[in-house]
């Protein structure tokens, strides 16, 4: 059986990772999202896969290749152009344009077949979904998700009848205004019928051109409503509570890597810690070739990507702290996301710490360790904090 992830999309809103990283490859607990979506397809019969790419498309190519050792096949559809000196510049057409431009090249779906979004973990059982979509003779089905009411207004909302016909879509409505509960998941069922209502070579999508459109022709379409564990990372608040719930345990099909060696605390190899001198209280992650150095605490739910160092005395709560990163000693991270030079609070606000002349405090671990830290350096770091869960302090002076 055939299927198609959404792979093309910039993901502006998942910035700064997605700045180094395609969203498709953000890392859950060292295992790209996308992984998860290509095991549940073929877990569900599906092994034919097309992925459309455009924003750092090789990332993703050079990753999955053609699929084998995943058990599928896996083929690519690069939107964009080539300049003249090599590099390649990204052009999406959006996710309808980008399966028509898949089945323009040569007609590959050539029955029903699935399209899921590339930013999601979810333990669907596709295969029901399909023979719900068959029984009813629609040409489109979306997959739905009941949210609490409060909710709505994140998502968008699909209004359909009782006997599931689409009526009509609400982009994040006001709680008062939504029609429904029900949410698109970015999860799709079609036949290939559906082409006949996407244009060649123009940018069009999914759910904010083809669906209305389907609606107004009158086409059967429907909307199937399941009970199912769908966790989104299409905002970096989203991420970073995502990671929190693999941690406790709440996401199905999703193992923690590594060794438990005390209970909640997992590491990967080679970890360097004494770990008599240290405070560390799970749920954690700790990947491998990284040095927690003595008197440091950690607080979970926390994950610590490979080849990091933590210096003495730091305290790392509630945080997510992607590969390759140095904290400085002494410092107090809360509730916070450290990629690369960036540091991101739980609502997605960002610090350029080089920009803010505070490498002292998130370096490359490839790096040598910066020298000292000067102190008008820590009153800059002292007001970036000033809410009680500071970004941090350095007591060492």
Known sequence: MKAMILAAGKGTRVRPITYTIPKPM?????????????????????????????????????????????GVQIGYSFEGKITADGELVGKALGSAGG???????YPFFDDTFVVLCGDALID???????AWHRKKGSVATVILKPVPKEEVSSYGVVVTDEDGRVKAFQEKPEVDEALSNNINTGIYIFEPEVFDYIPSATEFDIGGDLFPKLVEI????????????????GRVPDYWQAIRTVLQGEVRNVDIPGREVAPGIYTGLNVVVNWDKVDIKGPVYIGSMTRIEDGVKIIGPTAIGSSCRIGA????????IFDYSRLGRGIRLVDKLVFGRYCVDRLGNTIDVQA????????????DPPSRVPR??????????????????????
């Open 124 to 130: 669907l059982d596709i295969s029901e979904a399909v």
């Open 26 to 70: 953000i890392p859950i607990l060292q295992k790209p999202v996308m992984e998860f979506l290509v095991d549940l397809l073929r877990q569900n019969g599906f092994d034919q896969i097309m992925v459309n790419v455009s924003h750092l498309a090789n990332e993703i190519e050079n990753y999955f290749r053609d699929g084998q050792r995943f």
């Open 356 to 367: 803010a002349a505070l490498d002292w405090l998130i370096t490359d671990a490839r790096q």
């Open 218 to 233: 009158g086409a059967p379409f429907y909307g199937l409503s399941m009970d199912f564990q769908w966790v989104d990372i």
């Open 313 to 320: 005395n730091a305290t790392v709560d509630n945080s997510v």
């Open 376 to 397: 008008e350096h820590q009153a800059i770091a002292e007001l970036l904090g000033g809410d009680g869960n500071a970004l941090i302090s350095n007591d060492d002076d």
């Open 99 to 105: 399966m028509k431009r898949i089945q323009d090249f």
